[in-house]
């Protein structure tokens, strides 16, 4: 429901009404007359992905996909929710063991990717297999996933990482035929105190979905359903002395019994949170832009709280619209804040908020911080050097402009899950002081090897003084640098302040940032490397590389052709260094194709000037 303003909102805390401090109404449909440089992600990232505008996507495949035709089915879902995504939404994939195959991020590409990856999701058999072989189908019992649990806990995972992002719509796309809620009776022998497990489990789940005012939507790949052994080849009473009518008439009450089961189970949760259950089609992919249509527009609204010495309870939300016939679905409860300690002791406690950090769905983001990484080619091996840049200015104390700082930087392989690279330090930190456009900046630098591939980088920062942490994560993808013909590292950004006081044949030295928004009287300059096969023989021919910067209606402010040569390569490397200053306020899009033959490569650099 679009048009509604603050005046139409009324919001009860524990049955007291309170007073409405804040309102905002967000449309996320882009016009028209979108800007260029809204349609490409940025190439570095924050860890503040709360405080922005804009959905965050959860596309969780279950383990109850069945085998076959549903999982490329539940394929096309998950690729329709991808594309219906907007300039600002962010999406990740999850599986039900917990596994990230993508953590959040905007790049359609690498979600299309984790998608494609992985060809199955299920973990049964089909009914077809089931007819002709005896094998047991009991999932309460299955070790993979206890009493079911592990679905009821990624869901719990998702819910809680999800919490602390006010300002973002959030919706979690559950891919999937069933999902246990209840355990029912079992056989002694076979009881492993499911019962109590899944009620505990549940209870956990309803509280944090009422805490993160996540709206889940279950879509079922299943398709229309053929009910009854006789829809299928390998039909029962067969055999000799078998009674067919009979047991074919049992097998197919028993799949309708559980058939209407499991589509129920799908709607226990949209139900709760205000979501869709999309079952009996076989074409459920073609409601993914519905659903995402109907969060286009949502509301953020703050009331003020009623005072409390308790701390650390939770307190139920109620939320009204006036307008007839309107369902409002909000947050249901809160907690209120503890009083954080100030100081933290140094020793056990503070390497374990450092890996404590590098956890989660969300990265921590108790302080502001801004990560690129970029990828390059190493120096005689395989494995590339990916540089690591992160902005820790959000730690600089206004009394002393240096302090020392604990950082831990982890690798995590993407299709494995496994974390392949891991270090810790500590740095005293000097910070550059903030100017009235912004903050104190201090730009810490480092690398880890990588073989090619697609990773996630994950830096966790520590003030250890206080205790306090934060973290952000990044994903790279590490490209052949040894073996394609044509290849082009990632961009850095340097910036060179041009300070009047200083003489012209004054030499400043540029430093590396994680800005993309400059003024004016800052130099700016992007660095990249033109690779042909670092471990290649063969002889070195010229590459062609155009430069174009685009402002915000798609424009070509600059349009440079360049031909690097041989002469241009050291260890069949050129390096480029391309000025990108001196432009009126604005958006802007930075492209740099490099074509070889038939081979072609590019890069984009997404930057503003004010």
């Known amino acids: 429901m679009t048009g509604l303003n603050a005046s139409d909102f009324t919001v009860f805390e524990n049955g007291v009404q309170r007073p409405v401090r804040a309102f905002t109404s ?22 503040q992905v709360g405080q922005q505008e ?14 076959g035709q549903p999982t490329l089915i539940a394929r096309k879902v998950a690729v329709a929710a991808v594309g219906a995504l907007g300039p600002y939404d962010l999406a990740a994939l999850v599986s039900t063991s917990g596994a990230v195959p993508q953590n959040l991020t905007a790049d359609r590409t ?14 049964g058999h089909s009914k077809e297999l089931k007819d002709v072989m005896t094998i047991p189908d009991d999932a309460l019992s299955d070790g993979r996933c206890l009493c079911g649990l592990c679905v009821l806990e990624t869901l719990t995972r998702i819910a809680d990482a999800v919490q602390n992002t006010p300002r973002r719509r959030k919706v979690l796309l559950f891919i999937g035929s069933s999902v246990i809620f209840q355990a029912g009776p079992r056989a002694p022998s076979a009881d492993v ?12 789940l ?19 359903a053929s009910l009854g052994p006789q829809t299928r080849a390998g039909a029962l009473g067969g055999k000799q002395g078998e009674d067919g009518p009979v047991r074919r008439l049992q097998k197919m009450q028993t799949e309708i019994s559980e058939l209407l089961s499991d589509q129920g189970s799908l709607h226990v949760l949209p139900d709760l949170t205000g979501g869709r259950a999309v079952s009996n089609t076989n074409a459920p992919e073609a409601k993914v832009p519905e659903i995402f249509g109907e969060s286009d527009t949502y509301y953020v609204v703050g009331f003020e709280r009623g005072m409390s010495d308790q701390r650390d309870d939770k307190r139920s939300i109620e939320v009204k619209v006036a307008r007839p016939g309107v369902r409002v679905y909000a947050q249901r409860q809160y907690t209120v804040p503890a009083v954080e300690k100030s100081v933290v002791p ?11 950090a590098l956890r989660g769905l969300l990265p921590n983001a108790s302080r502001p911080l801004t990560l690129s990484v970029g990828a390059f080619a190493g120096s005689d091996t395989a494995s590339a050097i990916v540089m690591v840049n992160v902005d820790v200015g959000a730690f600089a104390n206004a009394r002393e402009m240096a302090m020392p700082l604990e950082f831990a930087v982890s690798a995590v392989n993407q299709k494995t899950g496994r974390q392949i690279a891991f270090a810790r330090e500590t740095a005293t930190i000097r910070f550059k002081p903030g100017t009235s456009n912004r903050r104190a900046e201090a730009n810490v630098q480092t690398h880890v090897e990588l073989t090619p591939g697609d990773y996630e980088v994950r830096v966790a920062v520590s003030d250890p003084a206080t205790g306090i942490a934060a973290s952000v994560f990044c994903p790279v993808t590490v490209p052949l640098f040894g073996n394609a013909p044509l290849s082009l590292s990632d961009v850095i950004v340097e910036t060179t302040d041009r300070m009047p006081s200083l003489p012209a044949s004054a030499t400043q030295v540029p ?14 300059r992007a660095l990249v490397q033109v690779y042909q096969g670092t471990q290649r023989t063969d002889v070195i021919v ?6 174009t910067i685009l402002d915000a209606k798609g424009r070509a402010i600059r349009d440079q052709l360049l031909a690097l040569t041989a002469k241009d390569f050291t260890n069949r490397r050129a390096a480029l260094a391309l000025d990108i200053g001196a432009l009126p306020s604005g958006d802007y899009v930075l492209t740099v194709d490099a074509s070889l033959a038939r081979q072609k490569t590019s890069r984009v650099l997404h930057f503003a000037v004010e």
């Open 54 to 67: 804009g959905r965050l996507v959860v596309i969780l495949m279950d383990r109850s996909i069945p085998s």
């Open 193 to 204: 105190g499911c019962d109590w497990r899944v009620s505990e489990a549940r209870r956990r």
């Open 206 to 224: 309803f509280d944090s979905l009422a805490l993160s005012n996540l709206t889940v939507h279950s879509i079922d790949p299943s398709g229309l």
């Open 110 to 123: 690498r979600l299309i990717n984790a998608i494609n990856e992985r060809r199955d999701w299920s973990t």
């Open 542 to 547: 010229p590459v062609s590389v155009r430069t």
């Open 26 to 47: 967000i449309q996320l449909r882009p016009n028209a007359g979108t800007a260029v440089a809204a349609t490409v992600p940025l190439d570095v990232v924050t860890n």
């Open 511 to 524: 430093t590396t940032t994680t800005r993309r928004v400059f003024e004016q009287d800052e130099g700016v």
């Open 346 to 356: 140094r020793g056990a406690d503070a390497p374990m908020s450092l890996e404590k």
